[in-house]
């Protein structure tokens, strides 16, 4: 059964950072993408990051150059490490897989999500 739990949410101060991290089990971490999603309030979903051993690492241009995917096989945790962060970040975050090795495919294992608020 796969399994994804994410922690490292916070409150910050715009401009701070924060490192999430995705532990996984159930499943071979290299079969799979890896993507980081947000939700803001009144907002929907947005895919804003993935890594894959098919597709690298992942960005929407509102996150490049600030946030950074990156994955310890051993250790199967993905982190999201997120700099100069902004009030418009503020959102609940999940991880979730693909198994095809996608990251413009279909997800259907999320975790429960880690809240990040940006706030002065």
Known sequence: EVQLVESGGGLVQPGGSLRLSCAASGFTFDDYA??????APGKGREGISCISSRDGSTYIDSVKGRFTISSDNGKNTVYLQMNSLKPEDTAVYHCATDRDRDCGGEYDNWGQGTQVTVSS
Request: proline content about 0%; hydrophobic content about 50%; overall charge positive.
């Open 34 to 39: 890896i993507g980081w999603f947000r939700q």
